[in-house]
């Protein structure tokens, strides 16, 4: 073959490729148009959350997304854990970060979880580990897609790069498997730096007082994200509004709420025109939606 005809294969090569990153990224946009069922820290409502029971019956149910908060451990590995400290879901004390994979894959992160649901509790559950993030793209690659948040990022430096790496390496960006949420404006546009294509969704919190919003400020998350996600209630009180639904969809962000666990919330939330919810039942949530 030519020099010429190897340089035009090659670039075909490139064209498919990039034609079906494409065809998936726009496929992503696309599905995010319709009512998505967030599994939170998978189907944590019947199994220890963050474990591979969890996510495996998520999985199953059908859920849109499994959503995962991702760490650091001491030593550099990603890790889905949500909580900064390890006390209230493992055996282990301190703070995630402080401990290298290999001490935190000793813990029992399954346990507890029989302790505090008796009514749900299965032998199975007790010595769960904590799972890395490779881990679970090892475990469902490309047939699940991620909702992931960066957690704790100033305690976790460095934590945006390993995880776009990450991404990258599995191609869940590319393949239209993921999306990226946080607290952090910051992580956020961090994340924007180092991956332009990486579907974004900025985490907001409601107050239980007379806080006034400023419903015009959500103009600015347009920048550089495809939506947030706002809690539907914060001490027993629901904050979240129609209004607020609306408003954020006018300017063109998608709103995903958490974490939504009763049917009648449920379909309250589906009526006000939520755009997805986050929830530890995902079977419940089909059972409306689909």
């Known amino acids: 073959m030519s020099y010429f005809l190897r340089c035009l294969a090659g670039l ?22 319709r009512f998505q069922v967030i599994a939170h820290r998978g189907a944590s409502g019947q199994a220890p959350e963050s474990t591979l029971p969890a ?13 995962l908060d991702i760490q650091l451990s001491a030593d550099g590995h990603l890790v889905a854990f949500h909580d900064r400290e390890l006390q209230r879901t493992s055996n282990g004390e301190g703070q995630v970060n402080d401990f290298t994979l290999e001490a935190l894959q000793q813990l029992d992160t399954g ?4 302790a505090a649901y008796p009514d749900k509790a299965d ?18 690659g490309h047939s699940a897609r991620y909702y992931l948040e960066t957690k704790a990022p100033g305690q976790n430096p460095g934590l945006e790069s390993a995880l776009v790496d990450m991404l990258e390496r599995f191609e869940m960006i590319s393949g239209g ?8 404006r910051e992580s956020l546009l961090t994340l924007r730096e180092l991956e332009a294509d990486l579907p974004l969704v900025q985490l907001l919190w409601l107050p239980a007082d007379d806080t006034p919003l400023n419903l015009e400020a959500l103009g600015e998350i347009t920048d550089y994200a495809l939506g947030v996600g706002v809690n539907f209630r ?3 009180q629901t904050v979240l509004t129609e209004n607020f639904i609306e408003s954020a969809q006018t300017h063109g962000l998608k709103v995903h709420v ?9 379909q309250q939330l589906i009526d006000w025109g939520a755009d997805g919810l986050f929830t530890d039942y995902p079977e419940r949530l089909l059972e409306l939606v689909n």
């Open 123 to 140: 032998d199975s559950f007790v010595g769960l580990p904590i799972l890395t993030l490779e881990e679970v793209f090892e475990r469902f």
């Open 258 to 266: 958490y974490t939504v666990n009763e049917q009648e919330d449920m």
């Open 234 to 236: 914060a001490d027993d």
């Open 177 to 184: 498997r993921v999306i990226v949420q946080s607290f952090s």
């Open 55 to 67: 996510l495996v019956r998520a999985h199953r149910s059908d859920a849109d997304y499994l959503e």
């Open 111 to 114: 346990r507890w979880f029989n």
């Open 12 to 33: 075909l090569v490139f064209s498919t490729a990039a034609h079906a990153d494409t065809q998936a990224l726009d496929q992503q946009r696309a599905d995010l148009e």
